[in-house]
């Protein structure tokens, strides 16, 4: 069946450290992944993409792995700030039946 | 520019109401959707509109739920004879029109069924 899910529930890291969340997914049509980031009382807000053309998509402080081989897709953020804490989401889109579905979420926690 | 608006940002409803929920998606953006996302939970695929009709409606739990977009802008979602399980913060969001490429959310409709 088709899944998306996150590694661990909740990541702990010191202001200033790189972060790493991991996702897998299930779905070996899916080829369109897309991070999110959720603050609390708040909607998903888009990070960044990767299509599965690719292996690798930086943005600003964001970069985003995607190994298709493994099914893994990883967000690595840069020098992490108070301002990153939040939920973060991976989702995927699957050629097969075209919706978004996302994982459980990461909780991410910055220590000042 | 605006963002997408939900309205209300909180609703409480006793069990076996009826209650609506308003998406006003960003202008211009053909592509709107509704998601349910509980307590912990990422969010749930609902129903997706291309323009005024459903082109997908198959997250709809059963058939007290039914949304609308009558002339392809503002959405409405529409839940028949709430029940508790139905608690849960009601997200709406829309795109350029690609199916599910960058989607843009609001900030959800927290409806509380008691």
């Known amino acids: 069946g088709e899944s998306v899910g996150l590694h661990l529930p909740t990541l702990s890291v010191q202001e200033g450290d790189n972060s790493i969340i991991n996702c897998a997914y299930s779905?070996?049509?899916?080829?369109?992944f897309i991070w999110y980031k959720q603050e609390s009382g708040k909607g998903p807000q888009f990070i960044i993409d990767i299509r599965s053309n690719m292996d690798k998509r930086q943005g600003q402080r964001v970069t985003v792995l995607l190994n298709k081989t493994v099914k893994h897709l990883s967000l690595q953020i840069a020098a992490t700030q108070p301002g990153d804490s939040a939920v973060y989401f991976c989702a995927d889109v699957s050629s097969n039946t075209g919706k978004l579905i996302f994982g459980q979420g990461t909780t991410l926690q910055v220590k000042p | 520019g605006a963002g997408v608006s939900q309205t209300p940002s909180n609703k409480v409803t006793e069990k076996g109401k009826y209650v609506e929920l308003r998406c006003d998606p960003i202008?211009?953006?053909?592509?709107l959707y509704w998601y349910r996302q509980s307590l912990g939970q990422g969010p749930e695929f609902l129903i997706y509109f291309q323009g005024t009709g459903a082109a997908d409606d198959s997250g709809l739990p059963n058939d007290r739920f039914f949304a609308v977009r009558p002339e392809g802008s503002v959405s409405t979602l529409k839940i028949q004879r709430t029940e508790r399980g139905d608690s849960a913060v009601y997200l709406c969001?829309?795109?350029?029109?690609?199916?599910?490429?960058?989607?843009?959310f609001g900030s959800g409709t927290q409806l509380s069924v008691l």
């Open positions: 969001a829309s795109s350029f029109g690609t199916l599910n490429e960058k989607l843009f």
């Open positions: 779905n070996s049509a899916s080829d369109y």
């Open positions: 202008s211009g953006h053909t592509a």
